[in-house]
């Protein structure tokens, strides 16, 4: 009963936040100019007329087209052209209802309690595109599908695989950095086929893990294809980037990593967080002279991967509409950050990856992670978002959802389990009250702009 109403609190809460953005920002938001208008040429049957400055393929407007199409249909609406039917405020209520509809059918297969649904579906950085048109929903969405279809199987082993593979290609079409987790999601199908002893050896899993893929060529083939195909597309696209390829090219930013880790620590604390996890913190890092020498070689490697591989792009230094810029300007760039930040960057990177060592606490054992599969959930973060010059928390969604999917409350005497998922959901819905609070009060102006301004993640 609990859990059904913080849904219906959290419903009302989109509902109303998705009337005052209609109301308050009725023209397109940033990079909603191109997703808008390109969309809209789709539904006027233009699909030769493409914009260049666009870099992700044509899933989110061919999905637009037909929800439109969808609407009118269930509407009776033949006075409309899908053109004229086709508005600003259709278009973005198709994550609206990605999101409130299709995330939770998808994770409530799983049927656990390890997370609560509507935690994941409040999650802050998800949240603040259910009221716009842009590709981050439903490129997350088609992910968590096809993951829960392996995890889980509730078609059938055969049917459930292959049915994941299509919806894993599906989910290419709405961001290309997918394919890093199609691989994560192969991994985590040869895994919860492999037959280990619990005193198996990490070299024993491998060669388990490595056999195990030669005996199921026939679940793993769909993937491979997928793989290909996106393989074929870099080739003939000349790269990863579909448009704009001058303002996306590849870089070494793997502070960005740390920047992931600090996001995901930040809106998950209420799952993690006990006086066990700080001692087990501290035990680990100063817990004897190994330890000790370790963790002081950690820091110097933070300290140099901050001199040397923190890529500053001009949009980070410009674009004073989104949080990253302040973040940036008020706390990163300052001279002796790094003092205080090499020690973030490494206890949030202790916690992701003993939280997901230590695994869902509700004895689920489909939702543990081996070895094995936590390092391709790191080398996958890793290959994501280290690429990319920008500074971008849309980039931490995936992350920070499959993490949150894979682990479960800490079990102590201070907290129960429901007063964890309850500060959780109270936690994430502060934080998206003060961002949509501050996106719609707080406007400015650009001199090259005649719109009003506002700030998003």
């Not at 509902?15 to 397109?28: N, R």
């Not at 060669?207 to 030669?214: D, E, G, H, L, R």
């Not at 923190?310 to 760039?333: E, G």
């Not at 502060?430 to 609070?437: E, F, G, Q, S």
Request: aromatic share 16%; charged share 10%; net charge positive.
């Amino acid at each position: 009963m609990l859990k059904l109403s913080l849904y219906g609190v959290f419903v009302v809460f989109c509902a109303i936040a998705f009337q005052y953005v209609s109301k308050k920002v009725p023209e397109p938001f940033i990079d909603e100019i191109f997703h808008l208008t390109q969309c809209q040429k789709y539904c006027a049957y233009k699909f030769n007329e493409w914009d260049n400055k666009i870099t992700t393929p044509p899933g989110l407007y061919i999905l637009g087209l037909a929800y439109t199409r969808a609407i009118q249909l269930v509407t009776l609406d033949n006075i409309h052209s899908l053109f004229e039917a086709c508005t600003n405020d259709i278009l973005r209520s198709v994550n609206l209802v990605g999101g409130l509809v299709v995330l939770p059918l998808s994770l409530q297969v799983l049927d656990t309690d390890n997370f609560w649904t509507v935690n994941i579906m409040a999650l802050p950085l998800l949240v603040s595109y259910y009221f716009l048109f842009y590709t981050d929903v439903w490129a997350t969405i088609l992910v968590v599908i096809a993951l829960v279809l392996v995890v889980q199987k509730p078609l059938g082993l055969i049917t459930s695989v292959y049915t994941s593979a299509i919806v894993a290609f599906t989910s290419l079409w709405f961001r290309q950095t997918n394919i890093l987790w199609v691989a994560f999601i192969l991994a985590i199908l040869i895994d919860k086929r492999c037959k280990r002893r619990a005193n198996d050896s990490f070299i024993s899993e491998v060669i388990t893990f490595i056999s195990q893929t030669f005996k199921d060529w026939l679940l793993v083939v769909p993937f491979i294809l997928v793989i290909l195909s996106f393989a074929a597309f870099v080739v003939y696209n000349g790269g990863i980037t579909l448009g704009d390829k001058e303002n996306h090219t590849l870089n070494l930013h793997v502070v960005q990593v740390f920047y992931c880790m600090v996001f995901i620590v930040g809106f998950t604390w209420p799952v993690w967080l006990s006086t066990k996890t700080i001692k087990d913190y501290l035990k680990f890092t100063l817990g004897g002279a190994i330890p000790l020498s370790f963790t002081l070689i950690s820091f110097y490697s933070i300290k140099y991967i901050i001199a040397n591989f923190t890529v500053v792009h001009p949009f980070l230094l410009a674009d004073n509409r989104h949080y990253t810029f302040y973040i940036w300007r008020k706390i990163l760039n300052q001279k002796y950050s790094w003092v205080a930040m090499v020690p973030i960057y490494h206890f949030c990177t202790w916690t992701v990856i003993s939280s997901l060592i230590r695994g869902p606490s509700m004895g689920k054992s489909s939702l543990k992670l081996s070895p094995i599969t936590i390092i391709a959930f790191v080398i996958v973060v890793i290959a994501t978002i280290i690429p990319s010059p920008l500074f971008e928390p849309r980039y931490y969604i995936l992350p920070l959802v499959i993490f949150r999917m894979f682990i479960g409350p800490v079990q102590c005497n201070t907290f129960t389990t429901r007063t964890r998922h309850v500060t959780e959901f109270i936690w994430s819905m502060l934080i998206n009250v003060l961002t949509i609070t501050v996106f719609l009060s707080y406007e400015f102006k650009w001199p090259t702009e005649n719109s009003v301004q506002r700030i998003i993640w």
